[in-house]
């Protein structure tokens, strides 16, 4: 646990927390709020230990969010499953991986990526708002779906923020899903690699159960809110948050690349 944690400090990432359930929740990319504020709150920390006490709470959020979405909305679970029990399995390998890659080695490919991202987005206004299904065979559209969860996955177990994003524009994208429709499938799949990564970090010792546990209730109170809000106000709303995450994403990961 980690030391001098005082009254103002547990507020301050209690309320990070919070909006980085609500964030999360309605398009993904909770740990750009989350991860850093423990990262300042605590810089001589071991970044694994960051990284685990940070999935303790995420891993309450997703699953609070992927509940919500799934009373409402109808989940395609022929291809759900076997993406989330693939990506069960990738985020531990990446989180097994974490020590050893260097994530300062992977910030300018994400962010190539993340470009990527949002000029898809911003090029095609329609993407995720009207929902287009794609003529496909069955294993297509779960070769594309096991593809993603598998790669996104081994990617939150090594670093995490914009897993979800990642997550939500490629079933917008490639399987013609509105963004809320692919959130709602996102924090199913999103709720499994925060778990094998979560487990990892566990057995590696490398958790604050107390702190962790404390962002986790404000994580599952914004979580509950923003699944709630993103399903009331529809595509469009979760499509501005999503050109809004992905731009901060893109300033927090390139600061981070200057300032190495």
Not at 34 to 62: D, I, R, Y
Not at 78 to 107: C, D, M, N
């Amino acid at each position: 646990m980690p030391v001098e944690l005082d009254a103002s400090l547990i507020a301050l990432l209690v309320a990070a927390a919070l909006f980085a359930g609500w964030i999360d929740a309605v398009v993904g990319g909770g740990g750009l709020v989350s991860l850093p504020a423990l990262m300042v709150a605590f810089p001589q920390a071991p970044v694994a230990t960051l990284l685990g006490t940070n999935k303790l709470g995420s891993v309450f959020g997703t699953t609070t969010s992927s509940i919500a979405y799934a009373r409402k909305i109808k989940l395609d679970h022929g291809l759900l499953w076997p993406t989330t029990g693939l990506a069960l399995a990738a985020s531990g390998a990446g989180a097994a991986a974490a020590a050893a890659v260097s994530s300062a080695a992977l910030r300018p490919i994400v962010i190539a990526v993340l470009l990527a991202v949002l000029i898809l987005v911003v090029a095609n206004p329609r993407l995720g708002v009207d929902p287009r299904p794609r003529t496909r065979t069955h294993w297509r559209a779960a070769a594309v779906m096991l593809a993603c969860g598998v790669a996104v996955a081994f990617y939150d177990g090594i670093i995490g923020p914009g897993t979800g994003i990642f997550l939500a524009v490629a079933f917008t994208s490639l399987l013609g899903f509105d963004y809320v429709t692919a959130s709602a499938h996102t924090k199913v799949v999103n709720a499994a690699t925060n778990l094998g990564a979560l487990v990892v970090f566990g057995l590696q010792g490398h958790l604050w159960w107390t702190l962790g546990l404390a962002m986790a209730a404000a994580t599952i109170t914004g979580a509950y809110v923003g699944a709630h809000m993103a399903m009331a106000r529809g595509s469009k709303f979760v499509r501005i948050v999503l050109v809004v995450a992905v731009v901060a994403l893109l300033a927090r990961l390139s600061w981070d690349v200057y300032a190495a």
